[in-house]
């Protein structure tokens, strides 16, 4: 396909000013020099995702899309900085086919091997800022996970949505596809005049040329690529606002494809459920909300950043409890580490036992009581929460629900008072940032004065049902 809009026809042109001449894979591939490859992803439950050698400060995504075909043409722009000289480094994708790769306005090398882009630069990247531009065109797949749930570039009945976690966003966007690299995005997304497309952030701008209208969406506040969301279908959106507990307008933008009345609830519940974790957990993080119903056969509701998606008859209020939790424990404050994943799970649990507790239902002591009475031989005991090795168990029932029982086994230690403090004060000390198990276990320590490391083990580390608490 080609590139009809114009900031594609931008990058085109900046690739022929360079002097491209041949395809950049007739370029000569420059040998790996490990000294100066950022190869190695940081991460320890994905070691193939992301790379530690650079970090990404923004990527810019402008799309054509066509929804009758699923076909995509993009090219994306990430500002990344090197951690130090590169002579080549890795990239994320597994989406469609690339026609170019220009790092510093040059035609770049690039190989893929599996889910790797390896770029090669005419010249090394020296220390400090660099842009890399990647043009593709076709239908970026969908990505199977371990335990069999889809993910990727999801095909719906009217479009797509791209869904990332753990790993689906390197379907559409070249990235350093893992948690710790939380940069800014801007989408310019250009659909046929009777769609709407949806994505994180706040609604720029709506730009209709012809019969093609760019929605730009941008996200200011850093974000990790697997809370990445567009959503792409003929949808109902509604507009509303809410204020912030520091008095900020928070404008709430809502996209719905399913005539069921399925997110006439949600709508209703959202500025509630805001106040209610704002009051437990501190200032809303993010500069807008709002929330997407769409007909994505996928089973489960996703925390994507500001604008949690849910599927088909997937919004019920526990569930948008738990996502918009993730909005403070997941999204602003996010795990470094995969290993990690409790601290988004078992707060975005905790927060559905507060919710229960205050709305006449258990209590967050009672869900605890009642797991804990669970056998011993039972699937919330084993693995540990942290101590998984198939990616298969990030979202199963320790991460969740023994997850959630750590910070009730450690409000029932250091008190309901310093409980209390310690849930705002991680909120705001890692607020739009990374952070580790060791972090929390400091701050709990810190809050209230006592040697918790031994709890934590006991909850985090060691397979089996706890003998006390
Ligand atoms: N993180 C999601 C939530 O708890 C759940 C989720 C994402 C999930 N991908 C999944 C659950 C795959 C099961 C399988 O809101
Ligand atoms: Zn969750």
């Known amino acids: 396909m080609t590139l009809r809009r114009a900031t594609l026809a931008l990058t085109a042109s900046a690739v022929l000013a360079a002097g491209l001449t041949a395809g950049p894979s007739a370029l000569s591939q420059t040998a790996d020099a490990p000294a100066t490859t950022a190869r190695r992803g940081p991460d320890t439950l994905f070691p193939l995702q992301g790379n530690a050698g650079y970090d990404v400060r923004s990527y810019d995504v402008s799309m054509d899309y066509a929804p009758l075909t699923n076909l995509a043409d993009a090219a994306v722009t990430i500002r990344a900085t090197a951690r130090k000289r590169l002579t080549s480094f890795h990239l994320d994708f597994a989406g469609p086919t690339i026609s170019t790769v220009v790092v510093g306005g040059r035609p ?107 929605w730009t969406w941008r996200s200011s506040d850093p974000m990790s690529t697997y809370l990445a969301m567009i959503a792409i279908g003929q949808f109902t959106m509604t507009t509303a606002e809410t204020t912030s507990i520091d008095g900020r307008t928070i404008p709430i933008w809502s996209f719905e494809d399913v005539p069921t009345g399925a997110a006439a609830s949600a709508k209703a519940l959202l500025p509630e459920v ?109 693995p540990a929460p942290r101590k998984f090795t198939d990616s298969a168990d990030l979202f199963g029932s320790p991460v969740y629900n023994r997850g959630a029982m750590t910070l009730q086994a450690l409000r029932m230690r250091i008190g309901n008072a310093d409980f209390a403090t310690f849930l705002k004060a991680w909120a705001r000390a890692h607020r739009h940032g990374s952070a580790s198990t060791a972090d929390l276990v400091r701050l709990a320590e810190k809050v209230s004065g006592q040697e918790l490391s031994p709890l934590f083990r006991t909850w985090l580390d060691v397979a089996g049902k706890p003998k006390g608490y």
């Open 274 to 382: 805001l106040a209610f974790e704002e009051k437990h957990f501190g200032p809303y993080p993010f500069t807008s909300t709002g929330l997407v119903v769409d007909n994505a056969m996928v089973g489960y509701a996703l925390e994507t950043q500001s604008r949690p998606f849910y599927p088909p008859g997937g919004a019920d209020d526990l569930t948008v409890v738990h996502e918009m939790a993730h909005q403070w424990y997941g999204d602003s404050v996010t795990l470094r580490d995969w290993h990690d994943i409790w601290l988004a799970e078992g707060f975005a649990t905790y927060a559905e036992w507060m919710w229960d507790g205050a709305h006449g239902g258990d209590t967050p002591r009672q869900h605890f009581d009642d797991l804990y009475a669970t056998p011993e031989s039972g699937a919330l005991w084993r």
């Open 108 to 214: 770049a090398a690039y190989r893929r091997d599996g889910d790797e882009l390896i770029v090669t630069p005419a010249t090394a990247v020296p220390q400090g800022r660099f842009t890399t531009v990647v043009t593709y065109s076709g239908e970026p797949p969908e990505y199977t996970d371990a335990d069999g749930s889809t993910e990727g570039w999801v095909r719906t009945t009217d479009g797509a949505v791209a869904l990332g976690e753990p790993v689906g966003a390197m379907t559409w966007l070249p990235s350093n596809n893992t948690p710790a690299d939380k940069a800014t995005y801007t989408y310019r997304i250009s659909v046929p005049n009777s769609y709407e497309v949806a994505a994180n952030g706040d609604l720029v701008s709506r730009d209709t040329v012809g019969s093609s209208t760019t």
